[in-house]
């Protein structure tokens, strides 16, 4: 600080009466402090303009300009601030009050006690020096806020690159909406377009508000997004994102989210709630299902992939999962009463119109919030069950050109390998190395997971395909299926890939896969039309150019050609 | 607003009683309640009978104390708390990982 406790202060007198200045002048001589004198308010003015000016002893009244108009024009020009002290004879109480309406710090009457004069001047420059304390520290302060939030635009930028969003659409279904409580937000929503050309969905709230609870969306968006497009399974890289958060945040911090996961070739919805508020499916005008939290939130426990409580449901087309965290529950009127849950399942009940919802509930909330400053994080988010949707771009095929060339893989998976570990996203992952199929990785995928689950689940555990005829049957097959796949002790897979190139530059991929299981009998299954219906096979017949059922029906073979654009 | 912290003349186990609204203005308090108290192979008692509101900090809180209680072999046992905080405790799932009763 430059403030100097020695440094000689100016000190200006401002009287028309030439013997009041000389006496004042002298007692301020005598006291160590320098001087300049004026005979009215405007040369008072005029002096403060062009010197500095410490303090000032002003008279009241005097020709051309009083004291309280130059009072209240110096105190208006000057930024910085200089202390007024009156020196008057008047000594009523109103005259009295107008010197510090005018702008003036402190007054004393004349004629003045010499000892007086001198601690009043002491006092105000000791005020002086606290003011300029304070507008010293406080430019500090204002330069270092302007950094900090220069960083924290730049920081948001990249940060919104990274768990960037383009998802979002009428093509879609998916819909949300975040109103962050500061610059950063605890809240996230991370989207992704999965191996049936579904959403997988995750819906995010960290603890706290703001950067800190900011910083662990990184790491989970980064294994959401890598993890996802290489068709790893939800449950999988959950477990992962979990490892993750244990490794990166405090133990006090955690991540409760909600996955949601839509199955377009089964038409199943899954979801694993982690300590958000319930989830609703919506379905002509009412709820059909409630999931309830049943995990712990992310970032607490290690966990295997097994222990993730997954909940299923059908889904038919025109359906809605809402989901929100706990922010929309807790928002707050003026009042400070919150706007809870039974208002919003009010809205459910009231709105007809499914396209309506989501905007029902956002407009009930803001309307019952009238602009009350929100403690929270607010988030809404809607996934609509489309018939048909639409993802903007492909970014997949982005991939740079390989030439095409001739090759064969094998795998053979014995019962322990079945059970331990999903080995399509690597064979997936082989594929896009040797050769990125122009014509669509995602349908690609789809053909070999039904491929897959037909040979595992009807071939090899004999899972009976009605039962997920009925909106809770999806999910009994789904834990009858890994009840068997934990007792069973025999039974293997083989799958080939070959693929072999045209003439024209394209190619074509065979896939062969053949379960151990004992086959069924698709010659006289159901009409020429529904053959493969049950089996998973129908979907992969549209997908592909050609497939065959071949040996006792426990053989499957799918070809796939491809032609360069 | 205040937190009291009761140890048992065994040694064997520790009360915190939460009294108001559980969040993040009690950080310290909670904190300084049982950083210097050890017990070991018995349990730290949080009593919430006299807690209001409980949000997600305090869901944190409870996390660094169970972290403090298993350092020294111990556990954690959630006690007295309303209908609300019941809920709370288990949208978080919090029962499978602390003891509620």
């Known amino acids: 600080m430059s403030f100097d406790l020695n440094e000689v202060k100016n000190v200006l007198v401002v009287d ?40 000032i002893l002003l008279d009241v009244m005097m020709p051309v300009m009083d004291g309280y108009q130059a009072a209240k024009a110096i105190k208006s020009r000057q930024s910085r601030f200089i202390p007024i002290i009156f020196l008057t004879a008047m000594t009523d109480e109103a005259a009295l ?54 960083e924290m635009i ?27 409580m500061s610059m950063f937000n ?25 950067l800190s609870a900011a910083i662990g969306a990184l790491p989970v968006s980064d294994v959401f997004h890598s993890m996802t497009q290489k068709c790893f399974s939800f449950v999988d890289m959950l477990t ?27 038409n199943v919805l899954s979801v694993i709630n982690a300590g958000l508020p319930d989830m609703y499916l919506y379905r002509n005008g009412e709820i059909i299902h409630t999931f309830k939290s049943k995990n712990i939130p992310l970032g607490i426990s290690k966990l295997t992939s097994s222990q993730f409580e997954i909940e299923m449901h059908t889904l038919e087309y025109g359906d809605r999962l809402i989901g929100a965290t706990d922010g929309i529950m807790e928002a707050n009127n003026p009042e400070g009463e919150m706007y809870g849950l039974d208002r919003m399942l009010k809205i459910f009940e ?32 809607e996934i609509c069950h489309l018939e048909n949707i639409e993802f903007a771009s492909d970014k997949e095929f982005s991939n740079e050109q390989r030439v095409a060339s001739d090759w064969a893989l094998q795998f053979s998976l014995d019962i322990k390998s079945l059970r331990q570990f999903d ?4 064979i997936m992952q082989a594929v896009n190395q040797l050769q990125p199929l122009e014509s669509g990785r995602t349908s690609l995928h789809t053909v070999l997971t039904e491929m897959f689950a037909n040979a595992l689940d009807h071939g090899i555990l004999k899972l009976d395909s009605s039962m997920k005829d009925t909106p809770q049957g999806y999910m009994d097959f789904y834990q009858e299926k890994q009840r068997r796949l934990e007792s069973m002790q025999d039974g293997s897979i083989q799958i080939s890939l070959n693929h072999e190139l045209n003439e024209e530059g394209g190619g074509r991929l065979s896939l062969h896969l053949m379960d151990s299981g004992e086959g069924y009998d698709f010659k006289n299954t159901n009409t020429n039309k529904n053959q493969y219906s049950g089996r998973g096979l129908k979907l992969v017949s549209s997908l592909c150019t050609e497939m065959k059922v071949l040996g006792k029906g426990n053989a499957v073979a799918a070809y796939y050609n491809w032609n360069k654009k | 607003m205040s937190i009291s912290m009761t140890v048992n003349s065994d040694n064997k186990a520790a009360t915190m009683k939460v009294i108001g609204r559980f969040d993040f203005s009690l950080h310290n308090d909670f904190r300084k309640a049982y950083k210097d108290i050890s017990i070991n192979a018995g349990q730290y008692v949080v009593d919430l009978s006299g807690t209001e509101y409980l949000d997600s900090s305090a869901l944190g809180m409870l996390l660094l104390l169970k972290e403090h209680a298993e350092s020294h072999s111990s556990q954690v046992k959630l006690t007295g708390y309303s209908d609300e905080i019941k809920e709370i405790l288990t949208i978080a799932s919090f029962d499978k990982i602390f003891t509620l009763g």
């Not at chain 1, 730049?154 to 969003?165: A, C, D, G, P, S």
């Not at chain 1, 490794?247 to 199955?263: K, R, Y």
């Open chain 1, 16 to 55: 028309d009466d030439l013997t009041n200045r000389i006496v004042l002048c002298a007692l301020l001589k005598e006291s160590g402090y320098d001087f300049i004198e004026a005979k009215n308010g405007e040369e008072a003015v005029q002096v403060v303009e062009n010197n500095h000016i410490d303090i």
């Open chain 1, 97 to 150: 009050a107008k010197c510090i309406d005018s702008g003036g710090d402190d007054f004393l009457t004349k004629p003045f006690n010499h000892i007086l004069l001198n601690s009043k001047i002491d006092a105000m420059l000791r005020i002086a020096r606290l003011y300029k304390n304070i507008e010293e520290k406080n430019a500090v302060i204002k330069e270092k806020n302007l950094q900090v939030q220069q």
């Open chain 1, 154 to 180: 730049l920081t948001k930028k990249l940060f919104e690159k990274i768990v960037r969003n383009d998802l979002r659409g009428d093509s879609t279904g998916l819909q949300y909406s975040m109103s962050p």
């Open chain 1, 186 to 210: 605890g809240d996230l929503i991370l989207a992704e377009r999965n191996q049936t050309s579904g959403l997988d969905v995750i819906l995010g709230d960290f603890t706290g508000h703001g």
């Open chain 1, 240 to 266: 992962e994102a979990n490892s993750k958060l244990i490794e990166l945040l405090p133990t006090h911090m955690f991540m409760a989210m909600g996955l949601i996961s839509v199955d377009r070739s089964n």
């Open chain 1, 350 to 381: 009231s709105t007809d119109k499914g396209e309506d919802l989501f905007d029902s509930i956002l407009s009930s909330c803001s309307y019952f919030c009238r602009g009350a400053e929100q403690t929270d994080d607010i988030t809404l988010l």
């Open chain 1, 423 to 426: 080995v399509l996203p690597y």
